[in-house]
């Protein structure tokens, strides 16, 4: 059974039990991934809520900063519907299908929100036409670029708010060279790629050919400056 003929069996199976919050438009899917048990996913800096299609695969939780969290916690196959908002107000729902394996890879682990898996994928594609090695997504440098994003905020620069260089959020990371970019204005990762990739010192980060590991960190703050902030955090380890 094709992905499509399965998502209109499975909503109209759904619709019992989530109240139809997959809709009946909702025939296109806004991403789908495999992912292992153990992960959590989510959109940084975002104002999200989710509803999910099978609570023994998928459960929602909220950590100390009132972030909404998707978390896997068993194997199968689970949709999640996620509605973004915008000035207070919910956005048309987006509907994503999960692959989940029992595989587990631990509680503190954790994966990221498309937009951040969106800045790899292009950044990626940007050093595959330079001809060099592709970035891979590292956990714990993606949670201290989401700090970073977080800092950005109050003091854009490479400095943090404490006055200390942006590489003392590395701690207790390993690594023999750091890089960061920081992006203050870009609505989307293709906006921010491009901002980058037009700096030359900016650029210079995305296609160092010793880099090996990413992360990524994005918030949106409506009342701030620029809105929305995003941070590249690049190793070589």
């Not at 700090?147 to 701690?171: C, F, M, W």
Request: aromatic residues 12%; contains cysteine; neutral net charge.
């Amino acid at each position: 059974m094709n992905i499509f003929k399965m998502l209109i069996v499975v909503m109209a199976c759904l619709c019992m039990g989530m109240g139809c919050v997959l809709g009946a438009a909702n025939d296109k899917l806004a991403g789908e991934y495999d992912r292992k048990t153990g992960t959590n996913w989510y959109f940084p800096g975002l104002k999200v809520t989710y509803e999910v299609s099978d609570n023994q695969v998928a459960e929602i939780i909220q950590d100390k900063k009132g972030q909404y969290i998707v978390r896997f916690i068993g194997a199968g196959d689970v949709y999640v519907q996620a509605t973004f908002y915008s000035q207070g107000k919910p956005l048309p729902p987006e509907t994503y299908l999960f692959h989940i394996t029992g595989d587990k890879k631990g509680e503190d682990a954790t994966d990221w929100g498309t937009f951040a898996m969106d800045i790899l994928r292009l950044t990626n594609e940007e050093r595959k036409k330079a001809g060099l090695s592709q970035l891979k997504a590292d956990f714990a440098l993606s949670e201290a670029a989401a700090i970073r994003a977080e800092e950005a905020v109050q003091l854009y620069s490479h400095t943090r708010p404490d006055g200390s260089p942006y590489n003392t959020v590395l701690k207790g990371i390993n690594y023999r060279q750091a890089g960061e970019n920081l992006q203050a204005g870009a609505a989307t990762p293709k906006d921010a790629i491009y901002q980058w990739m037009n700096s030359p010192t900016h650029r210079e980060n995305i296609l160092y050919p010793d880099y090996n590991s990413l992360g990524v960190g994005y918030i949106y703050v409506p009342n701030s400056k620029y809105h929305h902030y995003w941070v590249q955090i690049f190793l070589q380890k």
